[in-house]
Every structure is written in structure tokens, then in C-alpha cells.
């Protein structure tokens, strides 16, 4: 998120504002001590100008073709991800990236793509 922040010029300050939410509370969520709600997640992804998936996954689907939908098992674990905090999400990355290499599959391929 600071990064985007600052690609727009943006002080912390006003992306709270502008998502209605306490400062205080955007610091954590920058910083990674907090992970916030759906619905401050979506707030947020509005006023950085960017999808939750690029929030959230740093990965720009729209940019891949578009038009990608996601299995229900894939929704699940998104879901799923977006409630762990850091610590959990980055052992959840670990497993992930073990898997793929197992399969052979690059980390950065994009969903259903060997």
C-alpha cells in the first residue's frame, strides 16, 4: 500500500479520508500490523485506483487478458487469505510457492496456465 500511496502523491492522511477511515487504523493496515475488512479493503483498493487482487496480491489480472473468473474453491481461499494476518499469510505463501514448484509451475503464471 505505501507504495502505491506514494506513486500518487498521497499522504497517509489523505487516503484515510478519502476511504472514511481513522488514521491511526490506515498506519496499521500499511504497515501490516492490521489487516483490514472486506469492506475497508474494497475502500482502500478505491481510493489507491487499483483492484483488491492487486492490493492484496500485488497481481494486475486485468492486465493478463482479462475476463479470468475464479473456481469457488478459488474464491474460498482468496477469502480466506484476506482474513489471515502477516505472519499466516506469509507461511500460506511458502506452502503455495512449494506446491508450484513441485508442479513445475513459475510463481507468476497467471491462474489455470502452466
Sequence with gaps: MKE???E??????????????ALRSYKYYESGERN????TLIAIAKCLGVSIDYLVL??????????????????RLFEAVIRLDND??????GIAERLLALKSIPPG???GQP
Design 36 to 39: 483490514p475488512d472486506s469492506e
Design 58 to 75: 500485488g497481481i494486475d489480472y486485468s492486465a493478463m487478458g482479462g475476463g479470468e473468473t475464479f473456481t469457488e474453491n478459488q474464491q
Design 8 to 21: 500518487r502523491k498521497l499522504k497517509q492522511i489523505d487516503v484515510a479520508e478519502g476511504c472514511g477511515i
Design 88 to 93: 499466516d499469510a506469509l507461511a500460506l505463501l
Design 109 to 111: 503464471d497467471p491462474p
Design 4 to 6: 502505491l500511496r506514494k
